[in-house]
C-alpha cells in the first residue's frame, strides 16, 4: 500500500470509506459522507486562519495529497 503523500484525495476518501470497514451498498453513501465531512474542515481551518490573520482573510487550504484528507477527516 502506498503512502497517503502519493495518492490524491479522492482515493483517500475511498481508502478511509474502506478502512473503516463499510459494507458495499453503504459505500457510495459514507464517500458522500466523507466529502462533506471534509468541506466542513476546509471550512473550519480557512476560519481559524481567517481569525488568525491580521488583515482578517486566509487563502484557502489546498488539498493536495491525501494525507491532507487523513488529517482533516
Known amino acids: ?3 497517503a ?3 490524491g484525495p479522492a482515493v483517500m476518501i475511498n481508502r478511509i470509506a474502506d478502512r473503516q ?3 458495499a ?3 457510495l453513501g459514507k464517500v458522500a459522507e466523507l466529502r ?3 468541506q466542513v ?3 473550519d481551518e480557512q476560519a481559524k486562519a481567517a481569525d488568525l490573520s491580521p488583515t482578517g482573510e ?5 488539498v493536495s495529497s491525501g494525507a491532507v484528507v487523513d488529517r482533516l477527516i
Not at 486566509?58 to 489546498?62: I, N
Open 58 to 62: 486566509a487563502d484557502a487550504t489546498v
Open 21 to 23: 470497514g463499510t459494507p
Open 5 to 7: 503523500l502519493g495518492i
Open 1 to 3: 500500500m502506498s503512502n
Open 41 to 43: 474542515a476546509l471550512e
Open 36 to 38: 462533506m465531512d471534509l
Open 25 to 27: 451498498g453503504a459505500l
